[in-house]
């Protein structure tokens, strides 16, 4: 995912790919203004943008969050590895060139279970750059991923990591496992950077009628409440300032990046408490 071929793009006679039924991570992309995506694709997101035209705002703002947030673990929490579960699509800056940018030695594991965003990613990926590597694999199984050889020959186990989980769990049905075993596994002093969808300010038919556009791209959107999204999280983390809000205001490089839209994505940084021992 080198920054002169952030946008590679894939054929779609490539047959790895069904470009007749739109595609979850395709239609992110499209939404970020990616063009690695097709009719039925751009017709998902359309019909999204109809019910929530919000959701172009929200999906940028999540992106742009998760860069701030890569930067800050870097630069303020001094840590350099990182494991980015769903990871989705090539974005223009992606989580290693940001943190290249301020530790050339930063190391990055790209994880998804989508054959199509590892067909992507492989084919952006510095095949010479050792510090970045791609995991196909279901997020929903944290053990099995922190048992990867891939991840285990890049990553520390003995050191702080940072793991991205943003605008995923929107996609799974039972989030709590997940973060109840990055509770137990991962090392001291390590932060998850988090983001998921709110579905506060919304009213059930539009929750409803963006529910149907995902299930068409065979993908189940669970939107959550912000006391649903926080009770994730009750007891055992510890939020960076400034807390768990709307991922607009958290550390805004601009005034414009604060203006609030109907509904959008809770975020922030976390980490574990200590864990006895």
Known sequence: ?????????????????????????????????????????????????????????????????????????????????????????????????????????????????????????????????ARVSVVEHDVRDVDGLLADETLRSLISWTDPIVVCLTAVLDFVDKPAAII???????????????????????NPSEIAQMRRVYTKADAGLYIRSGKAIRTLFDGRWDWQSPGLGPVRTWRPISDVQSQAIKAGFLGGVTSPLRRPI
Not at 90 to 98: C, G, L
Not at 180 to 202: E, H, R, Y
Request: glycine share 4%; hydrophobic share 40%.
């Open 180 to 202: 109840d075993t990055l509770w137990k596994k991962l090392p001291q002093d390590s932060v998850v950077i988090f983001a998921s969808l709110c579905s506060d300010g919304l």
């Open 1 to 129: 995912m080198s920054r002169p071929a952030a946008h590679a793009h894939i054929s779609p006679t490539d047959r790895t790919l069904n470009v007749s039924s739109p595609n979850a991570a395709r239609i992110h992309h499209y939404l970020l203004g990616g063009r690695n995506h097709f009719a039925s694709d751009r017709a998902a997101a359309e019909n999204l943008l109809k019910v929530a035209p919000w959701m172009r705002d929200a999906v940028v703002d999540s992106r742009r969050f998760l860069e701030r947030a890569v930067s800050y673990t870097v630069a303020e929490l001094g840590i350099s590895q990182f494991v980015d579960m769903g990871c989705g699509l090539p974005a223009q800056d992606n989580v290693h060139q940001i943190a290249q940018e301020a530790d050339p030695a930063a190391r990055v594991v790209y994880v998804d279970n989508n054959p199509l965003v590892g067909v992507h990613a492989r084919a952006t990926l510095d095949r010479n750059d």
